[in-house]
Nanobody, 124 residues
């Protein structure tokens, strides 16, 4: 079983940067694909980015491609989401999730463990 704790959210002006961290505990972290999702007020949760268990495969939503970078540090049991050139429409609660298998997928139902979320607010 993996437990996840996100951090790094905050308030930034448009064009700014943030790095989200997701610290994982549990023996299965190294074998789990990891994903980032977000949910804005009044909207459904949406996929942001994912990384495979090996770190060799990554995926991004079109809306963040070229601006966000996902990575993982096996030694620290941590997944990161570097967010650059932030826009007001990136404002949301960001959730880290651990997949039930080694792939990082776009569908939330493939993820068995979720963090509590961290708020990201981008001012215009």
């Amino acid at each position: 079983q993996v437990q996840l704790v996100e951090s790094g959210g905050g308030l930034v002006p448009a064009g700014g940067s943030l790095r989200l961290s997701c610290a994982a505990s549990g023996r299965t972290f190294s074998s789990a694909g990891m994903g980032w999702f977000r949910q804005a007020p009044g909207k459904e949760r949406e996929f942001v980015s994912a990384i495979s268990a090996s770190g060799g495969s990554t995926d991004y939503a079109d809306s963040v491609k070229g601006r966000f970078t996902i990575s993982r540090d096996m030694a620290k049991n941590t997944v990161y989401l570097q967010m650059n050139s932030l826009k007001p429409e990136d404002t949301a609660i960001y959730y880290c999730a651990a997949s039930k298998g080694p792939l990082g997928l776009r569908v939330g139902s493939f993820y068995g463990t979720w963090g509590q979320g961290t708020q990201v607010t981008v001012s215009s």
